[in-house]
T-cell receptor, first 110, second 115 residues
Framework: GENVEQHPSTLSVQEGDSAVIKCTYSDSASNYFPWYKQELGKRPQLIIDIRSNVGEKKDQRIAVTLNKTAKHFSLHITETQPEDSAVYFCARGSARQLTFGSGTQLTVLP | DAGVIQSPRHEVTEMGQEVTLRCKPISGHDYLFWYRQTMMRGLELLIYFNNNVPIDDSGMPEDRFSAKMPNASFSTLKIQPSEPRDSAVYFC?????????????FGSGTRLTVV
């Protein structure tokens, strides 16, 4: 599948501030966009996902937005906490295959 | 549900040796994926199966790598002979048949070190 570009590669925020991670894709067939959180030495875990017929989805402090026309989607974390520190991966899905972005190392500073 | 189970958790082997990684997907999931994770290349899809049949193995780096899924509850990824550049974390993931939401569940991974 085609690549997913993810930015930034590293992000540091103060506890309580918001964090935004952005991904872009080029494959028009992509119809599913999950986000994974990977803590050091652990497995990637699904934290939120969005389908191509939805523009925004929210779950407590995290939200994902999708702009199909521009082919980009973003993860928003509000009121960040130290336990949010991890690597976050976006992915795009097409025909049941997921192609992952390169990851964003988020550090929440106390 | 015990989730996706991988073994071993860690494997250290000498160059040239055969390595076999094992995976048990979540019961009822009919898709199984093998990924490799390195700092340089991130998460790379190696191969995936649907109903025990290999669908796409274009990510398998070379003939030294092979994968099988003899039944719905077991898959193996074999490297023979192993090389130091194969050192990575290998993840297995499984997914169900919901066509609108196919987020993967990953296993804990196998950290492979080839010396």
């Amino acid at each position: 599948g085609e690549n997913v570009e993810q930015h930034p590669s590293t992000l540091s925020v103060q506890e309580g501030d918001s964090a935004v991670i952005k991904c872009t894709y080029s494959d028009s067939a992509s119809n599913y966009f999950p986000w994974y959180k990977q803590e050091l030495g652990k497995r990637p875990q699904l934290i939120i996902d969005i389908r191509s017929n939805v523009g925004e989805k929210k779950d407590q402090r995290i939200a994902v937005t999708l702009n199909k026309t521009a082919k980009h989607f973003s993860l928003h974390i509000t009121e960040t906490q130290p336990e949010d520190s991890a690597v976050y991966f976006c992915a795009r899905g097409s025909a049941r295959q997921l192609t992952f972005g390169s990851g964003t190392q988020l550090t929440v500073l106390p | 549900d015990a989730g996706v189970i991988q073994s071993p958790r860690h494997e250290v082997t000498e160059m040239g040796q055969e390595v076999t990684l094992r995976c048990k997907p979540i019961s009822g999931h009919d898709y199984l994926f093998w990924y490799r994770q390195t700092m340089m290349r991130g998460l790379e899809l190696l191969i995936y199966f649907n109903n025990n049949v290999p669908i796409d193995d274009s990510g398998m780096p070379e003939d030294r790598f092979s994968a099988k899924m003899p039944n719905a509850s077991f898959s193996t990824l074999k490297i023979q002979p192993s090389e130091p550049r194969d050192s990575a974390v290998y993840f297995c993931a499984s997914s169900g048949s919901d066509t609108s939401n196919y987020g993967y569940t990953f296993g804990s991974g196998t950290r492979l070190t080839v010396v």
